[in-house]
């Protein structure tokens, strides 16, 4: 529990810090990116077909898909919120592996698909192409040191987004059900109300932010601890339940 809570108030530090940086605003839709893709990913994956995507200027986003089995909504609607956690807690990871050109590199991969297989409308186009090119260049020209404090704003932006989206939903499964996105579409195809959706995603959300800022806190490994943890899995206790 208190790391829970010190995650809680670090985020909310971290966002009152990261809306003093200059332009940002523009950089939150990462989050609603990564979450759109989630479901789209997860449609294709169980064979449905995603006719298009919108995001727009405000950070919210939707995903217009068909699918042939009522049942293969539960899936598609847990992968938005939850793979955008998984993806924010993955940024940190490489992080702290020194790994930051091969996640902006994955960062662009995804912008890239998402523009040419998915995105349809006009702010959606336009901030797609606009967020490329600039991380291309961050890729190609800039110094190491201001491409990993891109890398940083990036990851802590995806991080806070991917919380306080989820605690948004709650509050908006706890107000109206029938407007709370995710939550509601799970209602309509399982027993749990809205609600108890909203809770899932936020408690996973901060789970996965909990596990980020740990890696964040304790810094880069070097490459004798990298080995070590490679060899650890040898050493470990089965079953121990503990």
Not at 85 to 99: D, E
């Amino acid at each position: 529990m208190g790391n829970l809570i010190k995650t809680v108030l670090f985020l909310i530090v971290s966002a009152f810090l990261t809306h003093l940086v200059p332009f940002s605003d523009y950089f939150r839709s990462l989050d609603t990116m990564i979450h759109e893709f989630g479901h789209a990913l997860v449609t294709l994956l169980l064979s449905g077909k995603v006719m298009y995507i919108e995001l727009y200027a405000n950070h919210s986003g939707v995903t217009y898909s068909q699918v042939s089995s009522r049942w293969s909504l539960i899936p598609i609607s847990l992968a938005g919120y939850m793979i955008a956690s998984l993806f924010a807690l993955l940024l940190f990871q490489l992080r702290a592996y020194g790994k930051e050109r091969l996640g902006l590199q994955l960062i662009t991969v995804v912008a890239v698909l998402s523009l040419v297989l998915f995105v349809r409308n006009q702010a959606g186009i336009l901030w797609l192409l606009g967020f490329v090119v600039l991380t291309v260049l961050m890729l190609a020209l800039a110094p190491r040191w201001l491409r990993d404090l891109y890398y940083l704003l990036l990851a802590f932006l995806t991080l806070e987004e991917s919380v306080f989206g989820p605690l948004s939903l709650l509050l908006y499964a706890w107000n109206d059900p029938s407007k709370a996105g995710d939550a509601t579409n799970l209602a309509l195809v399982t027993p749990v109300p809205a609600v108890g959706w909203a809770l899932l995603f936020t408690l996973f959300s901060l789970w996965c932010a909990v596990r980020a800022l740990q890696h964040f806190f304790r810094g880069r490994r070097s490459s004798g601890e990298r080995r070590r943890e490679r060899m650890e899995p040898q050493f470990d206790r089965p079953g121990s339940g503990l």
